[in-house]
């Protein structure tokens, strides 16, 4: 069964700089870049929000809510089948769990709900 693999994640200090992977595992053979991939996260109490997607028809990037915007970039290499979520001047308020997750549509959504393909979580703990 295909599965997705975040990692990458990790503790930095507020103005640091992580790099998130999504792999996919579990079946040799399968690409990604059929898929539309997003990026969610998840912080204590609160729901799971969408924090950016790529297409695969085009590569057209998206981000959700003005907080990442300019900080956060996210990406595909078609090649080593992975997308990559680049987070630069992070701040404590971007700690959480954050998941990719992949949907074989063509329309970027922030919806979990759109999404079929969910990996495990990668934890990022941002400190003041």
């Known amino acids: 069964q295909v599965q997705l693999e975040e990692s990458g994640g990790g503790s930095v200090q507020a103005g640091g700089s992580l790099r998130l992977s999504c792999a996919a595992s579990g079946f040799s053979g399968f690409s990604l870049d059929s898929y539309v991939i997003s990026w969610f996260r998840q912080a204590p109490g609160k729901e799971r929000e969408g924090v950016s997607c790529?297409?695969?028809?085009?590569?057209?990037?998206?981000y959700y809510g003005n907080s990442v915007k300019g900080r956060f970039t996210i990406s595909r290499d078609n090649a080593k089948n992975t997308v990559y979520l680049q987070m630069n001047n992070l701040k404590p308020e971007d700690t959480a769990i954050y998941y990719c997750a992949g949907d074989q549509g063509i329309v970027c959504s922030n919806f979990p709900l759109e999404y079929d393909l969910w990996g495990q979580g990668t934890q990022v703990t941002v400190s003041s």
């Open positions: 790529i297409r695969n028809s085009d590569g057209n990037t998206y």
